[in-house]
């Protein structure tokens, strides 16, 4: 409940009215401060009295005392926060001490300071004004003020390497079990304890240390395999158990990682602290302790700041950082006010040789300046996180174990990969000679040879390591470049099992694991739980998947566990760094196969049961690519195979040619215009056009597959079963071009926002001033200007280039003498935006805005 003081009349008009309508939007309800609102029954038996403070002069800008602009109430009538605002010209913050001198009078814990287009959430508990992009909720800061942070408690809470267990199982330490030196290790590993390790009880430690020097924002670079997720729950267990956060969000950056994180903070934690995913409690998840959310899920149309306010989490922690804080996706990262921590495994100095004169398409350049983003979010500047273990720590210190890289290249690859690239001669269709060269980013894509990838098939499958317990191939993720090549790799693999182990396989060895195969993500849950497609093909007693083979393209890069992993296969070029660190970070766990093995006797005769080395197959240079000089334990020369011909090497002509005339009708009579009239039609569209949409909302809500999919978060499969099964269908002959124009919108649609409005997940269409606000307020909570006086001009600049073919080709040609004629930003509004900002918004805007939804 807000009192608005009558002296808001001295401020900017622009600022109160946007001011009064980001409260409403986000809640709150207005009183008028008059004299009759000391009588004012708010609650039964609840009275507010005035609020006026004494000692007022008539200038309140100008006085050391003055009128509360806002004083916004709790759910009882009492002072909750005071709102100080400023005209849109003045910097918020020079309001700060005005409002502490307002907020100690009204007993009041939280500030406001806003002059409507720049917001500061200040809690006096917690430090210092924290820049928000939209104002927090009632109930959002009512459940906020219930916890009071104590850092100096954070601090000095003794972390031990059983923190998490004491969680587990309390009492275990008085355990006969664990007493006996004996069962010590089968107690350990039957009830899946899990102890800290010296060096995340060490990243702890240096979080302390951060919180201790008044930092509220971490970032861990810990190598894949090393326990992030472990020390994560340990640090929310932290935060909670100390009452320095009593809700956290956990963010993830792809779905399958979604379940997995959840299911392994619940597993930990569970005992103490509620874990949910957001999608499937979306009225619940005020009750959790931790929320586990895909970013792209609350990034999509901005969801999250409908379904959040600043206020709701105390502590955000960001998965795989730089991918899930990339981009735009920073926004939902920097929406929240309190405690960060950021965790990648891909250390900023892997791109050290790359200078800033790379040029912007190099996704070298593209991953340097994500990774440089990511530091600079977390308060990195200097390049050094808050605490670093990398892969080479953990195969010092026994934890983690190289690869063995087999650098196996054909003719072909090798032709592909050098500077000339593949060269293929051809006649064109008028009998002239002509030559085309194809270099490694065609593979598969414009490039296809058969002989290669058999080539490929037949060198991985002789030289992969076997399982030491059955003999059989070695569980393996194979990395495809499309869904079709790894369709094709599945197919080849499956036969040359058929002929090296004749009868074993049934079409299972191989499996085709990638986002448009229908269980895809159960697939890679059963593979990592040994049984996918069955179990024990080998051996009885012996608990191993009977498929030994994953084809995927990018579902099993991130976060996937699967530690008795033996062979990765690149049989697809890797140009982002990313990808390749994470992609052999696959196999970088160790692993004992006897936990697997159910035969006592036979146990007793395996000589080398430990995973010691994992193969990495790279057939297309990606380790060169990254790491020159590199050591390669092997290196293969592959069989000679035989050049393509031109037709197998070419694309083909685009379509055939249409020989002879079409068959038209031309009428030759004379006509005249009979009536004639005009109608402008509304947002809501012509009737036919809303029936229309209508119609297809009714056929994709009664499909039964759609409905599924979307429960699921599946959206790569949504969208393309929308493609491909109920668009351009004989019965309407829908399209996405109808449906936006159906939807009567002033921007671009995209399918996926049409099927969110349809299945409920957001209310409306935005309009596209709605979403330029929006993504100018990120862009304000990514830079905080400090020309305060020019945001005005700034954001007009930001709205016109992102909106406006004709603005971008301006700025872009630097032909500024056309702003004089241009009816969306003119010369003199350029001349209002400070320098600086001339060339940081065109160049924010194409790193982090899609301009295609902007368009009509």
């Not at 140009?575 to 936990?595: A, M, V, W, Y």
Request: hydrophobic share 35%.
């Amino acid at each position: 409940m807000i009192i608005q003081n009558e002296f808001m009349k001295y401020k900017e008009a622009t600022a109160r009215i946007k001011i009064n309508k980001l409260l409403e939007a986000a809640g709150w309800r207005f009183f008028d401060d008059d004299k009759s609102l000391a009588n004012i029954q708010l609650e039964p038996g609840i009275t507010i009295t005035t609020h006026v403070l004494d000692g007022l002069g008539e200038n309140f800008e100008k006085t050391s005392k003055g009128f509360i602009d806002f004083l916004l109430l709790n759910e009882k009538g009492f002072p909750l926060i005071v709102l100080e605002a400023k005209a849109e010209d003045r910097n918020p913050l020079i309001g700060k001490e005005q409002a502490r001198i307002y907020a100690h009078s009204q007993n009041c814990r939280f500030i406001i300071l806003s002059n409507g287009n720049l917001h500061y959430f200040w809690d006096l508990k917690r430090g210092n004004p924290y820049v928000i992009t939209s104002l927090p909720t009632p109930e959002s800061v009512i459940g906020y003020q219930k916890s009071i942070p104590d850092p100096k408690r954070l601090v000095t809470e003794i972390v031990d390497s059983d923190y998490i267990v004491r969680t587990q199982r309390p009492g275990y330490a008085e355990e006969a079990a664990w007493k006996n030196d004996g069962e010590r290790e089968s107690f350990i590993d039957g009830n899946n304890l899990r102890f800290l390790r010296p060096y995340q009880k060490t990243a702890i430690s240096a979080l302390q240390d951060a919180v201790k020097s008044d930092k509220d924002k971490f970032l861990f670079e810990m190598a894949t395999g090393t326990g992030k997720t472990l020390t994560s729950a340990a640090i929310i267990k932290l935060f909670l158990r100390t009452e320095n956060a009593r809700r956290v969000l956990f963010l993830v950056d792809r779905l399958e990682l979604e379940d997995q994180a959840h299911r392994d903070i619940n597993k930990v934690l569970f005992n103490d602290y509620t874990t949910v995913i957001y999608k499937e409690q979306r009225d619940e998840w005020r009750r959790a302790s931790v929320v586990v959310s895909t970013v792209q899920s609350l990034l999509f149309n901005n969801k999250y700041q409908q379904l959040f306010s600043p206020t709701d989490f105390d502590l955000v922690i960001s998965d795989e950082a730089h991918r899930s804080i990339g981009g735009n996706a920073r926004a939902v990262f920097e929406y929240f006010i309190g405690y960060k921590l950021g965790l990648t495994a891909t250390p900023r100095d892997y791109l050290k040789k790359y200078d800033d004169s790379t040029e912007k398409k190099d996704p070298r350049e593209l991953e340097r300046r994500m990774l440089l983003d990511t530091y600079r979010t977390f308060g990195c500047d200097d390049g050094q996180p808050t605490f670093r273990y990398s892969l080479l720590d953990g195969v010092k210190d026994g934890f983690l174990i190289n690869p063995t890289v087999v650098d196996a290249r054909s003719e072909v690859t090798a032709q592909l990969l050098s500077d000339g690239g593949f060269t293929v001669e051809f006649k064109d269709d008028n009998g002239e000679d002509q030559k085309e060269a194809y270099k490694q980013r065609a593979f598969e894509k414009r490039f296809f040879s058969e002989a290669t990838n058999q080539i490929f098939c037949k060198v991985f499958l002789e030289r992969a390591y076997r399982d030491p317990i059955s003999g059989e191939i070695g569980k393996s993720i194979v990395f495809a470049v499309s869904q079709h090549h790894a369709s094709k790799l599945t197919q080849i693999l499956n036969k040359m099992a058929d002929k090296m182990f004749p009868g074993k396989y049934h079409s299972d060895f191989a499996v085709q694991v990638t986002s448009h195969v229908t269980d895809a993500k159960r697939f890679t849950t059963n593979f990592k739980n040994n049984n996918l497609l069955g179990t024990a093909n080998f051996l009885s007693t012996y608990r191993t998947s009977k498929a030994r083979i994953c084809v995927t393209v990018g579902m099993m890069t991130t976060g996937y566990d699967c530690p008795d992993l033996l062979n990765i296969g690149l049989f697809r070029p890797v140009f982002s760094p990313t990808d390749f660190i994470q992609i052999k970070g696959r196999g970088t766990r160790k692993h004992n196969f006897l936990e697997q093995l159910f035969d006592d006797d036979l146990k007793e005769s395996i000589n080398q049961p430990c995973k010691t080395a994992f193969k990495l197959f790279d057939f297309f240079a990606n380790c060169e690519y990254f790491e020159e000089g590199f050591n390669y334990d092997e290196v293969l020369k592959l069989p000679r195979v035989k050049d393509p011909d031109s037709e197998d090497a070419e694309e083909g002509n685009g379509g055939a040619s249409v020989k002879g005339k079409p068959v038209t009708y031309e009428h030759l009579g004379s006509d005249i215009i009979h009536t004639i009239e005009e109608e402008v039609i509304g947002h809501d569209g012509m009737k036919i056009d809303r029936m229309f949409f209508e119609k297809f909302e009714d056929t994709i809500r009664k499909n039964a597959n759609i409905a599924s999919a979307v429960e699921s978060g599946e959206w790569d499969k949504v969208i393309d079963y929308v493609n491909h099964e109920i668009f351009d269908k004989p019965d309407q002959y829908y399209s996405l071009d109808k449906l936006r124009k159906a939807a009567s919108v002033d921007r671009r649609l995209g399918l996926r926002e049409i099927l969110e409005k349809i299945f409920g997940l957001i209310p409306r269409f935005k309009t596209k001033d709605e979403l330029l606000e929006e993504e100018f307020s990120k862009f304000v909570a990514d830079y905080k200007p400090e020309e305060i006086e020019s945001l005005p001009a700034i954001k007009n600049y930001f709205k016109a280039y992102a909106s406006s073919d004709q603005v971008r080709h301006i700025i872009e040609s630097k032909q500024y003498t056309d702003l004089s004629t241009n009816a969306i930003l003119t010369t003199r509004d350029f001349k209002a935006v400070p320098e600086k900002y001339r060339t940081l918004v065109p160049n924010y805007i194409k790193d982090y805005v899609s301009l295609n939804q902007f368009a009509a």
